[in-house]
């Protein structure tokens, strides 16, 4: 969904490639944002909520419909691969808060200090004015979500951030949220969303995304379409959306609120 993403597809082309599972390749492409410092909104490094708690959020969807999420997140570098863990060994979808860093750990997850010197200096200066105001296309709000369709025709997708920087303790977005930050449909598409989180709650959007394609719109068009639900019901000068998808012919798409 950003250009800080074009490292994570080249790491996911290594499994799609040699003919793997585009779980795996989504998977293995996020790891890659989520372990780089110098990305202050993914994972290590990442800018924290207003008390100074870097807490994230996750999800994946392959294949078959099963879906896992983490939110609300601490200590783990991975929450990517928690969230798949959540999907393929316990009977639910979402794990939050403690309970997901309890779980983290019972799988061998290592605990880790998220909050990078810089990221620390950041939420020192901003205290100062404590002033909460999302600039648009500046990675405070942002994700990295990654869709793609293997050689076997199969969709799977990921979706990781850290969320809002300086966000009320405790706020989670639309990345771990399946129908929102993340829709897989193996028999129509997959699309994935990056930017205010909350807009996009509010309108399932890419649920939405992968309903138009199933109804016959391009990716682009279906994610325009998803966009412009936002934009007619909301003030959106100060915040960005973005929507990018793919569908089952390996056709993609996307479309923002603002240009960058």
Not at 64 to 78: D, K, M, P, Q, R
Not at 144 to 151: P, R, S
């Amino acid at each position: 969904t950003w250009d800080f993403g074009m490292k994570a597809n080249a790491e996911a082309w290594k499994v799609l490639s040699a003919k793997g599972r585009a779980m795996d390749a989504v998977e293995q492409g996020v790891r890659l944002v989520e372990a780089d410092p110098t990305n202050q909104s993914v994972g290590l490094g990442g800018l924290p909520d207003r008390d100074g708690h870097v807490t994230l959020d996750a999800c994946v969807m392959d294949e078959t419909g099963n879906a896992g999420s983490v939110c609300f997140l601490e200590h783990i570098l991975h929450p990517v691969s928690v969230a798949r863990k959540v999907m393929e060994d316990t009977p639910h979808v979402i794990l939050s808060g403690q309970g997901a860093l309890q779980f983290a750990l019972e799988q061998g997850f290592e605990k880790t200090d998220l909050l990078t010197a810089e990221s620390r200096k950041a939420w020192e200066k901003w205290k100062e004015k404590s002033e909460y105001k999302p600039i648009i296309n500046i990675e405070n709000h942002d994700t990295i979500g990654m869709v793609a369709l293997d050689a076997h025709g199969n969709l799977s997708g990921a979706c990781t951030t850290s969320g809002l920087a300086y966000k009320m303790h405790g706020r989670v977005g639309d990345s771990p949220i399946i129908g929102a930050g993340l829709f897989v449909d193996n028999e129509v598409g997959a699309a994935t969303a990056t930017g205010m989180g909350e807009a996009v709650l509010k309108t399932c959007g890419t649920f939405l995304v992968v309903e138009l394609m199933r109804q016959g719109r391009s990716p682009e068009e279906a994610c325009r379409e998803a966009v412009m639900r936002i934009a007619k019901n909301q003030n959106y000068s100060d915040f960005q959306i973005g929507f990018l998808a793919l569908d089952k012919r390996g056709n993609a798409g996307a479309y923002c609120i603002h240009p960058g």
